[in-house]
């Protein structure tokens, strides 16, 4: 029933009823890059400010039944080799019974730019599309193109804060190990992980991530045995049949009172 509803559920942001466009303001998202500073081992940081409407919200990475993630195309940029985007720690949204991660207002995302020519400035061109809700959800496309000279250095305080907004690591959180006990299912495979929190305590939501996002991955659904928190979640990929699961990719993100735990790989 859930997988039946992921086409229903993305489909919101294509169905907008007529009536509510004229309830969506003309700036409801917006884009701004912050230039940064390019650092000795020759990798820019940057960031780029995106400022919605008061009260709109937009999504994580890993958006939830809710939500649609965001994506990027830097195509059109030049002396750029590579560009990695860095999420900060989400807010967890709970509304008409779905679960999503984002951020609302605004956020910052930093990114670690790669140039092709080391002393070059790279010119950012490319475009950004997220979906942003309020009572009706809507797709925005925000265009870019900007430069990033190897001499700037603007913004550093504001995108480094963006940079350490970050989940703990397991290490840092005090977590030895996750294990994981994985079974074919008749579409895909059904996946616990469990965690042995240690100290560690408080409700958490828990999202499980693949590298293949064409890989549909269901809310997991979390409970605690003593010390020890367990995660479920079936993934389908498009095959809709039982695939090969490498282990050592499975990420996932413990979210709750505003702090979030990374643990990566699984034995």
Not at 12 to 37: H, M, R
Not at 79 to 102: A, C, K, T, W
Not at 125 to 154: M, N, Q
Request: net charge negative; with cysteine.
């Amino acid at each position: 029933m859930l997988r039946a509803l992921i086409p229903l559920c993305c489909s919101a942001f294509a169905l907008v009823p007529e009536a509510s466009l004229s309830q969506i303001p003309d700036n409801v998202a917006s884009v701004e890059v912050l230039p940064g500073w390019r650092g000795e081992d020759g990798i820019h940081r940057g960031a780029l400010a995106i400022q919605l409407a008061p009260g709109w919200k937009t999504y994580w990475r890993a958006a939830g039944e809710g939500g649609i993630p965001p994506s990027f195309d830097w195509s059109g940029s030049e002396n750029l080799e590579g560009l990695e985007i860095h999420f900060p720690v989400p807010e967890v949204f709970d509304q008409n019974g779905m679960r999503s991660y984002g951020y609302d207002s605004q956020v910052v995302l930093p990114f670690r730019a790669r140039p092709g020519t080391a002393d070059g400035d790279i010119t950012l061109t490319g475009s950004i599309e997220i979906g942003v809700c309020l009572d009706v959800c809507i797709p925005v496309t925000l265009d870019i193109k900007d430069l990033l000279p190897p001499d700037s250095a603007v913004a550093r305080a504001e995108i480094q804060a963006a940079f350490d907004d970050r989940p703990m690591s397991a290490r840092e959180a005090g977590i030895q190990e996750m294990t994981c006990r994985v079974e074919p299912i008749s579409d895909g495979l059904r996946v616990s992980a469990q965690i042995d929190m240690g100290s560690v305590s408080g409700a958490f939501a828990a999202v499980m991530e693949l590298p293949d996002r064409t890989i549909w991955i269901s809310e997991a659904n979390v409970t605690q045995q003593g010390p020890r928190l367990v995660a479920t979640a079936e993934m389908v990929p498009q095959t809709a049949a039982p695939f090969f699961l490498a282990r050592e990719t499975l990420r996932l993100t413990l979210l709750g009172a505003g702090e979030a735990i990374e643990l990566t790989g699984c034995s």
